[in-house]
């Protein structure tokens, strides 16, 4: 019997549920067994109309509090969050069908690690103080855009709900947020604990839906801006809709990113590195190193090291904490990611392990490792989001950075290398925005993510995300007489 998943309703406007009697039916769907565990309801138009209202309505009163006034709800709402830690993880692992051994440290967390990082900047962001010639000064004010939306992708459900209402909100605007309709849950918890911890009514709301419900939070003209985590061709249709109107926005988008090992690496801190990168959440992790180059004097131990790894993998329940590989998020990804696979053997790619839907129950598909890899085959170019690693060979370094940056991507990139100098003359040569050495996927909410290319524009997290959710108003303040030619 799995625990009760099902909402008290499918929105949350305004500081309280709501439904839809209207709204088409989404049901929600539990990944390790396709059984339904919950069910909601799409936002009509005129729900979307009561979301953006209240949203305007509450977003003077809430720039008006102080900074410090803003931080202490939304810290408060951290450490509710990680009171229930356990709670809202196993509601991820319902949603996500990921593992709860990952949902306890890696979701319900990470989003209190924002809320409690922005809450405690809250007080502290300010403008300048610019002097000028003859005593005249200026000075800025940081102020809030508004209405910001925010549309998520199924990954990381909680933690992108909360990565991008903690600056927002930090900085006094208002929000709607819209989780992706594959998984709904977990975005109305937050808005029920933001409500617990003391948030007025209208600052953060949530509407369910499809991208036909997207679609017009984008283009109302109350909006200023508007976040997406979600894929490339969303993210190029989600930003041209935005521009239209001239809002801002973050674009947290796809990729393919190379990750790069080295004859002189250590063996078993790169296979981990690969494994984090490609295997972590089902492969299912925007900034994953798919393209795995190693150096020709080292490929044969990695293989053979990576295989003998991952016959570790315990691919079971979720909701078991000795899981520690899950299925992916529905049926229709684990088809994409299966003709993919497909798509390798055609291409002529060698199958080192893995390769196919697990028997068993739900949508898993097994742990996969494609060797002898060519940059021109679709499994090296196209972002899979799925447990499916591409190994491809290279001999110098230049030829391996020539590649790793022939890509439309620019998500991320890391290497793996014992030479300190190396390490960073290759980190500054990678085309992308988020960069490892000797590590893989680290995203402590102290550091600055985003991408490059066609993998986005703006970055969440750390004081950078501020800039993306703020505006700068100059002030000239003339102390002198002022002059005029006539
Ligand atoms: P999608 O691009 O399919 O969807 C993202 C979100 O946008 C969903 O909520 C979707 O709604 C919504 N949407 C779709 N069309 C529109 C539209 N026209 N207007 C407004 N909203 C719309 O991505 P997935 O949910 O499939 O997520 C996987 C993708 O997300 C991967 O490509 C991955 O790389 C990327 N990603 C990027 C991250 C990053 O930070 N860079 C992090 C995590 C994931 P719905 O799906 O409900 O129809």
Redesign the pocket.
Same mark, same amino acid.
């Given at each position: 019997m799995k625990p009760d998943a099902q909402p008290k309703a499918s929105h949350f406007i305004n500081g309280e549920y709501v439904e839809d009697p209207a709204g088409e039916e989404m049901p929600v769907v539990y990944p390790a067994t396709g059984e339904r565990i919950a069910m909601v309801r799409a936002a009509t138009p005129a729900l979307i109309e009561r979301a953006l209202a209240a949203a305007r309505a509450a977003q003077p009163g809430w720039a008006a509090l102080s900074g410090t006034e803003r931080g202490r709800i939304l810290r408060r709402a951290a450490d509710i969050i990680r009171a229930r830690n356990r709670d809202l993880s196993v509601l991820e692992t319902l949603d996500t069908g990921k593992p709860l051994q990952e949902t306890l440290v890696a979701d319900a967390t990470s989003g209190a690690d924002a809320l409690e990082y922005f809450g405690g900047l809250a007080g502290a962001l300010t403008g300048e103080h610019i002097p000028l010639g003859g005593g005249n000064w200026a000075y800025t004010i940081r102020e809030p855009l508004g209405v910001c939306v925010g549309?998520?992708?199924?990954?990381?459900p909680t933690q992108?709900a909360c990565w991008k209402s903690a600056p927002a909100l930090a900085v006094g605007n208002t929000m709607v947020f819209?989780?992706?309709?594959?998984t709904p849950l977990s975005a109305l918890k937050l808005a029920e604990i933001l409500t617990e911890a003391g948030l007025p009514p209208g600052v953060f709301n949530v509407v369910q #839906?499809?991208?036909?419900?997207?679609?017009p939070?984008?283009t109302d003209s109350r909006v200023a801006k508007v976040s997406?985590?979600?894929?490339?061709?969303? #993210?190029r249709?989600?930003y041209a809709?935005a521009a239209a109107g001239m809002k801002h926005v973050t674009m947290?988008?796809?990729?393919k990113s190379p990750l790069l090992i080295f004859d002189d690496a250590d063996l078993e801190s790169a296979v981990s590195g690969a494994i984090l990168g490609n295997f972590y959440s089902s492969g299912?992790?925007?900034?994953n190193g798919t393209r795995v180059f190693v150096q020709k004097g080292i490929k044969e131990a990695f293989l053979a090291r990576l295989t003998e790894r991952l016959g570790q993998a315990v691919m079971g329940d979720p909701l078991d904490e000795a899981t520690n590989f899950g299925p992916m998020v529905s049926e229709g990804?684990m088809n994409i990611v299966l003709n993919y696979i497909a798509k390798g053997l055609e291409e002529g790619a060698r199958l080192v392990t893995g390769g196919k839907r697990a028997e068993r129950p739900g949508f898993f598909v097994e742990p996969t490792v494609f060797a002898d890899v060519r940059d021109d085959m679709v499994i090296a170019r196209e972002?899979i989001?799925g447990p499916v690693m591409c190994v491809l060979d290279f001999e110098t370094e230049d030829e391996a950075m020539a590649r790793a940056n022939d890509t439309e991507f620019g998500?991320a990139a890391g290497v793996f290398t014992r030479d300190l100098q190396r390490a960073h003359r290759v980190v500054a040569g990678f085309e992308a925005g988020t960069c490892f050495i000797n590590s893989y996927n680290d995203a402590p909410v102290e550091v600055p993510?985003?991408?490059t290319k066609a993998?986005?524009v703006g970055r969440?997290n750390a004081k950078a995300a501020i800039e993306h959710y703020s505006q700068l108003k100059s002030v000239f303040v003339r102390m002198d007489a002022l002059e005029a030619p006539f």
């Open positions: 549309i998520g992708a199924w990954n990381y992108i819209k989780p992706s309709e594959t #839906g499809a991208g036909a419900v997207g679609a939070l984008v997406l985590t979600g894929s490339v061709p969303t #993210g249709k989600v809709a947290e988008l796809g990729g299912q992790v925007c900034s990804q972002e989001f998500l993510f985003g991408g993998s986005g969440e």
